[in-house]
């Protein structure tokens, strides 16, 4: 089993930035990769970027290019999202996810609310 547990989460404005925070236990040595997902007000999850702990790759939600950038920390078990020039509409429950190679996200955190205000 993989725990994760999401921070760095808060009321911030319009063009404000934050850095939220997945911080990784139990079996990480597992982990092949780890997503960040969000869900606003209403609306269903969805994909916000994700990045493979074998530093193959980043990928991102097309509409979030460019704001967001997915990163990690092997050593502290941590994998980052810095969330800049943040607007109204990032406002959403954002989880973080993990899979093993060749499986899709089985294991999820609890969610970190980010508030983002005009």
């Known amino acids: 089993q993989v725990q994760l547990v999401e921070s760095g989460g808060g009321l911030v404005q319009a063009g404000d930035s934050l850095r939220l925070s997945c911080a990784a236990s139990g079996r990480t040595a597992s982990v092949y990769g780890v997503g960040w997902f969000r869900r606003a007000p209403g609306k269903e999850r969805e994909f916000v970027a994700a990045?493979?702990?074998?530093?193959?790759?980043?990928f991102y939600t097309d509409s979030l290019k460019g704001r967001f950038t997915i990163s990690s920390d092997n050593a502290k078990n941590t994998v980052y999202l810095q969330m800049n020039s943040l607007k109204p509409e990032d406002t959403a429950v954002y989880y973080c996810?993990?899979?093993?190679?060749?499986?899709?996200?089985?294991?999820w955190g609890q969610g970190t609310q980010v508030i983002v205000s005009s």
């Open positions: 996810a993990a899979r093993e190679a060749e499986r899709q996200y089985d294991y």
């Open positions: 990045i493979t702990l074998n530093g193959v790759g980043t």
